[in-house]
């Protein structure tokens, strides 16, 4: 599944000078860092290691065991039980949103996880929706152990609360399938009675027998008609109000009138029923709109995301007392206390200790801030290497990630929109059709009354836009499909329609062209005595136990060495002795004798010492990606524009864009700056593409005509994303941009078709040489070759 | 011929049966998740884990 030089576990490239292995299936898998060796190993000491086998993609975060157990402990209290949860009995249920799942592989494992736990009753989850639904024994487990195996199986689990757990979502598709059902076998049965009706007319058939099958064709399409159609009533009479009438109004009155003079004429014994020609229209139209619902539901489920940047829980001081609590407990005024490697869980300010901050997700900033006392912190920002309490000043929806939630839905709003577009063509066919339908009715009335009805009805149901409005749709599903067996994961249907046609594309820096996670490009040694290899590892048993940024650019390198008595120095270093030595690791202060080279911002040099003199300098950057440039080029050829927005400082962002050939290219920029530079962009008449991970990108996504996020992006970027890369690869990129334009192609050819068709039938039918039946078999027909070129796009490479 | 006026009957009946039943079915969610039960039966539960490294 993985190469050589990729991670078994996460597929991510393997770091050089980095040799961990995972004995899985009798051989040795190379690894990309200790963390994925835990996983990895749990999963085969659990014997599960069918997850390899059968997963369609690598596990895309960047996963890392839950080092703490205890943070899952709390959730045995019975407070947070009750708030959690809900008791049956001895079995409680609770609902979990599971972050970093993408394939059924996961969510197989997830269930086979959670069966061997003692006393789980039910587990049922969701890999479209992220939810899992876990029934348990209190008696013989708790909850804090059902998380705690989730985190150790690399997910990031959060407890939902139970108002909030049931999403709009899953009735919707529900009833859509319950539609789709009653329409799929009314339509079956209503055929085959019309079946026996159509041959009794050649062979002749007993008066009685056909009123009796004409009567069960009613019988059966009364529900069709007012169960599974329903939508369309609806969707007309909102069209007509909003006096924008859809493709809902012709379909409307073309199944309301066939229904209605079926049932006239086999109330009076009337020579023609159309009850066949409903049913199928309608079930034709039924599996168009059930496709494009699935598309629209990949989306990621927003209100989970925003919350999960969140810890679950806080530690508040109650006069001196620690008490740990729900987030949405805190108020203003409570006091905090958050630990190295927590995220804070309100905007506050410090009230005592000393830290450096991690805001990068929320800025773009890659360098991590200095904080003491009376410096401000921002909610879902990351505590690194100091304990520090906070005054609580801001919570929820109020705090700046809150606000940057509510720019993105804003900007998703206000984005210029190409579906309404095809809404309006659609107004002006709809009027078009009815038109003719009535000229039609009128002539024939003139001519031939008796024949005026039947006339009128084949021409409603020939112009029927049913290949039409399966143009699209399929397509779209069959491209969506395809994609994601490539890595993509297309969460907005009508994504792909504007990016065929965007022009611009734009970049996040920090995460997205380069890796985001710091890495050490260069190690220089001052002593004869150590070897490059020698200090790496030193460090690397060094920063064992900090969470540091920085100290995960040297723990993804396996130490055979351990330390003792490691002192983490806030804002400085660390230090501690390895080989019975005293060794210092650090800033250019905190290491006697280091000498840091000529200033450049785009790396930090760490420096590692011992007994008063200096050992190694280590050079540590964020790397830009190594298919960042060939991509670039790439996309450049096929006549896009390219530029580069990022919330980091100049000299970073200036060289990044000088090596990759980028002219184009903003620093220290905003959420609100990304944001207008993209609407100048779209004033100008650009259609622009943003490619963008951090939560500060999150709105300019939204804002963006489309939007990619890589997947280890903030689960709020996630959601403000139309598609997601899968993987740790920027190539997908073009593969996506090409498939956009092949699809549109083959959206064409569909629509060229469907009007092809109609306009060739309709003189037909206007002329009276094509019964109702006909005609339904005509659409039929149309719609099947549209299904059937939309499939050829599941061979995309 | 006569006896299709029982049959046809009797079959709406059945067919009233299988959309109640679908009704059900998918009210209790047996339906909510449409990817994973594809691909849920060429997985088996059980694998031994290797004990001794050899397989």
Same mark, same amino acid.
């Given at each position: 599944m993985a190469s050589a030089d990729t991670c078994f576990h996460c597929a991510l490239p393997i770091p050089a000078n980095c040799d961990i292995r995972v004995e899985i299936g009798g051989e040795q898998r190379p690894v990309c860092c200790p963390g994925c060796k835990a996983v990895a190993t749990l999963i085969r000491d659990a014997g599960l290691t069918r997850y390899y086998d059968s997963r369609d993609r690598p596990d895309p975060g960047a996963v890392r065991p839950a080092e703490d157990a205890g943070e899952w402990q709390v959730f045995d209290r019975e407070d947070m039980l009750a708030a959690f949860s809900t008791r049956d009995g001895n079995t409680t249920e609770a609902t979990i949103y599971v972050g970093g799942m993408y394939c059924a592989a996961c969510s197989w494992l997830i269930d086979a996880a959670l069966r061997k736990l003692p006393g789980i009753a039910n587990a049922d989850i969701n890999p479209v929706t992220h939810r899992l639904r876990v029934a348990w024994d209190t008696s013989s487990t708790g909850l804090g152990r059902i998380l705690a195996t989730l985190a150790d199986l690399g997910y990031k689990p959060q407890p939902l609360a139970p108002d909030s757990t049931e999403r709009p979502e899953r009735a919707e598709q529900r009833l859509a399938l319950k539609r789709l059902l009653v329409a799929s076998l009314g339509m079956m049965q209503v055929m085959m009675f019309a079946v026996a009706l159509y041959s009794g007319e050649f062979q002749g058939i007993d008066a009685d027998m056909e009123r009796f099958l004409r009567l069960v064709s009613f019988i059966v399409t009364t529900p069709v008609v007012f169960y599974a159609a329903r939508p369309f009533f609806t969707g007309a009479i909102r069209g007509l109000r909003a006096r924008r009438p859809g493709m809902d109004v012709p379909v409307s009155i073309a199944i309301g009138i066939a229904y209605v003079a079926s049932v006239y004429s086999t109330y009076t014994n009337g020579?023609?029923?159309?009850y066949d020609s409903v049913t199928m229209f309608v079930f034709f139209l039924t599996v168009a709109r059930y496709l494009e619902m699935r598309a629209r539901h990949r989306s990621v489920d927003r209100s989970a995301a925003l919350a999960s940047l969140l810890p679950n829980t806080a530690t508040r001081l109650e006069d001196g007392q620690r008490r740990q609590v729900p987030v949405a407990q805190l108020a203003a005024g409570d006091i905090v206390l958050v630990r190295a490697g927590e995220s804070f869980p309100a905007d506050g300010a410090i009230t005592a200790g000393r830290t450096s901050v991690d805001e990068s997700m929320l800025t773009g900033e890659s360098h991590s801030q200095e904080k003491s006392t009376g410096d401000t912190v921002v909610a879902g920002s990351v505590n690194l290497d100091g304990i520090v309490e906070m005054r609580v000043d801001v919570t929820g929806t109020d705090t700046t990630l809150g606000t940057i939630g509510r720019l993105s839905e804003r900007a998703r709003y206000a984005r210029p929109a190409f579906v309404q577009l095809a809404d309006r063509v659609a107004s002006y066919i709809v009027v078009g059709i009815l038109a003719l339908a009535a000229t039609v009715a009128v002539s024939w009335y003139l001519i031939d009354p008796e024949r005026a009805f039947v006339i009128t009805l084949s021409v409603l149901v020939v112009t029927c836009p049913c290949a039409l409005a399966l143009a699209t749709p399929t397509a779209f599903a069959a491209a969506g499909s395809r994609l994601s067996d490539l890595h993509l994961l297309v969460t907005n249907g009508n994504a792909i329609e504007t990016l065929s046609h965007a022009t611009h594309i734009v970049f996040d820096k920090t995460g997205t062209l380069t890796r985001g996670m710091p890495e050490v490009v260069q190690t220089d040694t001052?002593?004869?005595?150590?070897?490059a290899q020698d200090c790496l590892q030193i460090a690397a048993a060094l920063e064992v136990a900090s969470t540091h940024p920085i100290a995960r650019a040297f723990t993804r390198h396996e130490s055979a060495l351990t330390a003792t008595n490691i002192e983490i120095r806030v804002g400085a270093g660390v230090e501690g002795i390895v080989d019975g030595r005293r060794w210092l690791l650090g800033k250019a202060g905190f290491v006697p004798g280091a000498a840091p080279a000529?200033?450049?911002?785009?790396a930090t040099q760490v420096f590692l010492g011992t007994g008063g003199r200096i050992v190694a300098t280590f050079t540590i950057a964020d790397t830009l990606r190594e298919d960042a440039a060939n991509t670039l080029k790439n996309l450049e050829k096929m006549g896009y524009s390219l530029s580069l927005v990022s919330g980091d400082g100049e000299a970073p962002v200036a060289r990044a864009a000088a090596t990759l050939g980028i002219s184009d290219a903003r620093s220290s920029c905003t959420p609100d700056d990304k944001l207008s530079r993209i609407n100048a962009l779209q004033q100008q008449g650009e259609v622009v593409v943003m490619v963008g991970d951090g939560i500060n990108d999150a709105p300019v996504l939204a804002g963006a005509d489309v939007s990619i996020a890589p997947s280890h992006a903030a689960s709020l970027a996630q959601s403000s994303a139309d598609v997601l890369m899968l993987g740790?690869?920027?190539h997908p990129i073009v593969t996506l941009m090409q498939a956009a334009r092949r699809t549109m192609r083959i959206v064409r050819q569909n629509l060229t078709w469907a009007i092809v068709y109609n306009v060739s039938a309709v003189p037909l039918a206007a002329a009276g040489f094509v019964p109702p039946w006909l005609a339904a078999i005509g659409m039929s027909t149309s719609s099947l070759v549209v299904v059937l070129n939309a499939l050829r796009l599941s061979r995309i490479r | 011929m006569s006896v299709l006026y029982f049959l046809i009957p009797l079959a709406l009946l059945l067919l009233a049966g299988a959309v109640w039943a679908f009704f059900w079915a998918v009210g209790s969610g047996q339906? =909510?998740?449409?990817?994973t039960p594809a691909v849920?039966?060429?997985? =088996?539960d059980d694998e031994r884990p290797p004990d001794d490294g050899s397989k």
């Open positions: 020579p023609d029923v159309w001052h002593d004869p005595e150590f070897t000529a200033a450049d911002e785009t740790d690869s920027l | 339906f =909510d998740d449409l990817d849920r039966v060429i997985m =088996d």
